[in-house]
């Protein structure tokens, strides 16, 4: 933690991981892949002392000193390097707000995350936003390549304080010196080096494993067919096409969030004999299977897939920023209906998920991804990226609003839905206490609305993000998730009581 000193994020200087790399291949104009947060202090802070703040702790978190450095004719991935030219004023830096409301400030906030961070710098920006009496703002953004949603939490961590009044960490033993960068003929000396240590590594290993055990090897084999035949399967299943799927998204975002009490979650679990991760599922589906009847589409017994990332990092990999996450696809049915029921329906499809263990498969099976070769990825990255962005450009300029029953683009996935646990206790910047942690959830292809959610200080939160065009009225989802979070709730107290009465 900050004010001990005595956690810091190891393994600073590395070459990106296969999934690292993803993010940077598949990023486009339109379709950003920098993660972060909006957080909402109780009291105002000078940009002067922030900056200090800031300052102090900059050495425990040594990814944020670092930039990328490609390898020439993209042998290998890019490798993360401590960027001598770094200078925190080109990171954190003040916004003076235009508006002074909670709603003028998340809109100019959304403004400053839009744009895409510069690969000669590193990944990351924070920016003060000033000018809303008796409250101060934080905005983030940082680079998915650099970090993952647990990682996320651990780097909340190391800059914040668990109390107001804790002290600066110790400094450094020794200043930070950084080497030049690295040459082009160094780089792609390195960049091949690793490339062919990592292959041969990596074939050695397998062989090992054959000779050591070969009947694990054939059960690893056999697991990881069946789970490709499963996935298969899954992917089969149609889901439905909602209207923030109709079309390739933009840049543009909107967003309206939800705070909830931590313990009417509890209480819900405890009623209807589920997880809170199943509790979130039935409402964010009732809530966007209300939104579809609302519209004018019929969804009689169509289903949405829901993308959910799960955490795969093991207890060693806690203080590696980079990612370790793999998915899971529930099925959900896409038309609104009795709440209990519901809960019934998601509970059941996530232990079939669980039960299968596909989203350890689908681990395994991206850890094939390392036999592709970066500059493989990389041609792939500037074809997606260019037809990706003339597609999104065309649908912009034509002015397409999607229409019931209209032309319809069959996702992937229905919508994200991401959760990531925070602290249960009060955290603080500057001796302010932070009141909510507003977060963004990333969209892409044609997945228009994607919830983020967290709980922080005995609250959950629920952040609905839309892409403007596709899901221009996310503050109706926002009250559809309010109400069927109440109506639930109130479901799960009557059969708490009914339970009471009968025992």
Known sequence: ?????????????????????????????????????????DGEIPFEQAFRFM???????????????????????????????????NHFKLHLLKGTSEAEMIREALDLFEPRLDRNKPLWECYMLEGMKGRAALLSKIHHSMIDGVAGVELMRLTSDFTPDAPPPPLPERPW???PLPSQTQALVEATTDYLSAQLESARDAMDQLMRD???????TREISAG???????FARPAVPAPWNAALISSQRNLAWSRYP?????????????????????????AAARYLKQHGYHAAGEEFRIFCPVNVRRPEELTDLGNRVSAMFPMVPAEPMDLLERCAKVAAETARIKEARLPQIMDRMGSMGNLVPPALM???ERLSRVSFDASSALVRRSGFTPQPGGPALFPMASFLATNVPGFQVPTYFCGKQLLDPIGFAPLSGNIGYGVAITSYNQNMYLFLTG?????????????????????????????????ERAN
């Open 262 to 286: 931590f313990a009417d979650f509890r209480a819900i679990r405890s009623a209807v004999g589920c997880t809170i991760n199943d509790v979130v599922l039935v409402i964010l589906s009732e």
């Open 378 to 380: 990389g041609w792939m």
């Open 177 to 179: 010196n950084p080497p």
């Open 214 to 220: 070969p009947a694990e090897v054939a059960a690893r």
């Open 467 to 499: 892409e403007s065009n596709l899901l221009p009225d996310i503050d109706l989802m926002k009250r559809l998730c309010d109400e069927v979070f109440e109506e639930l709730k109130n479901r799960a107290s009557a059969a708490a009581r009914a339970s």
């Open 1 to 41: 933690m900050a004010e001990g000193g005595g956690f810091q994020v190891t393994n600073p200087s590395r070459r990106l991981s296969t999934q690292d790399a993803s993010f940077l291949y598949i990023e486009s104009a339109s379709a950003f892949w920098h993660v972060g947060s909006l957080g909402i202090f």
């Open 55 to 89: 300052e102090q702790r900059i050495h425990l978190v040594p990814r944020f000193r670092q930039r990328l450095i490609f390898a020439p004719f993209n042998i290998n991935h890019a490798m993360l390097v401590d960027d001598p030219e770094f200078r925190l004023e």
């Open 228 to 234: 490709m035949l499963a996935l298969t399967r899954e």
